[in-house]
């Protein structure tokens, strides 16, 4: 049987019935087989929409991700730096700094036991730890400020990996109550 047309030439009732709930049944599983191919590709599409808005953000993002690597080779070379001119301090400072960790008490029994030339190399660690804070404090204050630099990296790091998945938010809420788009 090729159309409904065909079902005329069928005299017998119950074969006629029969036929008619064939055809019924071979047209919905088509239908629905179209929809759920229908579907298939529409999210397919969406989903080669978020790989390609991902890519996207990533070219933008790769300048300000090398600016965040250069500043942070910044601070790391202003440690290097404080670290490698850390000098013993003068006697009479490391004098004066045991007189006063002496008064305080703990502070006195903290710095001996960091060091055992009566806290000399506690001052020196001080200075030093001091040093490279500013240091790279300076540094962050050149890239614009933590603020600015934790807005960046917040920013860049929000797309890092392969996970295109949040992209997909708006393409996949239907456009009306009917769901297409």
Same mark, same amino acid.
């Given at each position: 049987?090729?159309?409904?047309?065909?079902?005329?030439?069928?005299?017998?009732?119950?074969?006629?019935?029969?036929?008619?709930?064939?055809?019924?049944?071979?047209?919905?599983?088509?239908?629905?087989? $179209?929809?759920?191919?229908?579907?298939?590709? +529409?999210? =397919?599409?969406?989903?080669?929409? /978020? *790989?390609?808005? #991902?890519?996207? %953000?990533?070219?933008?993002?790769?300048?300000?991700?090398?600016?965040?690597?250069?500043?942070?080779?910044?601070?790391?070379?202003?440690?290097?730096?404080?670290?490698?001119?850390?000098?013993?301090?003068?006697?009479?400072?490391?004098?004066?700094?045991?007189?006063?960790?002496?008064?305080?008490?703990?502070?006195?029994?903290?710095?001996?036991?960091?060091?055992? $030339?009566?806290?000399?190399?506690?001052?020196? +660690?001080? =200075?030093?730890?001091?040093?490279? /804070? *500013?240091?790279? #404090?300076?540094? %962050?204050?050149?890239?614009?400020?933590?603020?600015?630099?934790?807005?960046?990296?917040?920013?860049?790091?929000?797309?890092?990996?392969?996970?295109?998945?949040?992209?997909?938010?708006?393409?996949?809420?239907?456009?009306?109550?009917?769901?297409?788009?």
């Amino acid at each position: 049987m090729t159309d409904v047309a065909d079902l005329r030439k069928v005299l017998d009732e119950d074969k006629r019935l029969t036929l008619i709930v064939s055809l019924l049944h071979r047209a919905r599983t088509g239908v629905r087989d $179209d929809v759920v191919t229908m579907f298939c590709k +529409r999210l =397919a599409s969406i989903h080669k929409k /978020g *790989r390609i808005q #991902l890519e996207t %953000l990533r070219e933008v993002h790769r300048a300000e991700s090398e600016r965040l690597l250069g500043m942070f080779g910044d601070v790391l070379d202003g440690v290097r730096e404080a670290m490698s001119t850390a000098v013993p301090l003068a006697p009479a400072y490391a004098e004066r700094h045991n007189a006063l960790a002496e008064d305080d008490g703990s502070a006195g029994a903290e710095a001996g036991a960091e060091s055992s $030339d009566g806290g000399a190399g506690a001052h020196s +660690r001080e =200075a030093m730890v001091e040093r490279a /804070g *500013r240091l790279a #404090l300076k540094a %962050l204050d050149q890239a614009g400020g933590l603020e600015v630099l934790a807005t960046a990296h917040d920013a860049v790091s929000a797309h890092h990996g392969n996970n295109y998945l949040p992209l997909l938010r708006s393409d996949l809420l239907p456009a009306s109550a009917t769901g297409t788009t």
